[in-house]
């Protein structure tokens, strides 16, 4: 098993920056691929970013291609979210997860593992 702990949200201003954190901790973290998602109020859970296990591959999502960027260190256990030029819209709760295989990405329910979230809120 893997436990997860998501950090670094935060309210900030349109056009503003955060670095999302998620330190794993148990099984060996280099055998989980990882992604973040988020889900708004009264909105279902969406994909935003997935890297691969040694970090060699990214996706994301339309929606934040190009502002948004995911990494790992494995040395640290730990995979980032850096979050760029942030709309309203992207004010959500951000969750981290884990899966074994680089498979069936931008599917929640293919995640074996979840943190409990981090708040980003965006103000207009």
């Known amino acids: 098993q893997v436990q997860l702990v998501e950090s670094g949200g935060g309210l900030v201003q349109t056009g503003g920056s955060l670095r999302l954190s998620c330190a794993a901790s148990?099984?060996?973290?280099?055998?989980?691929?990882m992604g973040w998602f988020r889900q708004a109020p009264g909105k279902e859970r969406e994909f935003v970013a997935a890297?691969?296990?040694?970090?060699?591959?990214?996706y994301y999502a339309d929606s934040v291609k190009g502002r948004f960027t995911i990494s790992r260190d494995n040395a640290k256990n730990t995979v980032y979210l850096q979050v760029n030029s942030l709309k309203p819209e992207d004010t959500a709760v951000y969750y981290c997860?884990?899966?074994?295989?680089?498979?069936?990405?931008?599917?929640?329910?293919?995640?074996?593992?979840w943190g409990q979230g981090t708040q980003v809120t965006v103000s207009s």
């Open positions: 890297v691969s296990k040694s970090g060699g591959n990214t």
């Open positions: 148990g099984r060996t973290f280099s055998y989980y691929a």
């Open positions: 997860a884990a899966k074994e295989m680089y498979s069936n990405i931008l599917m929640g329910s293919a995640y074996d593992y």
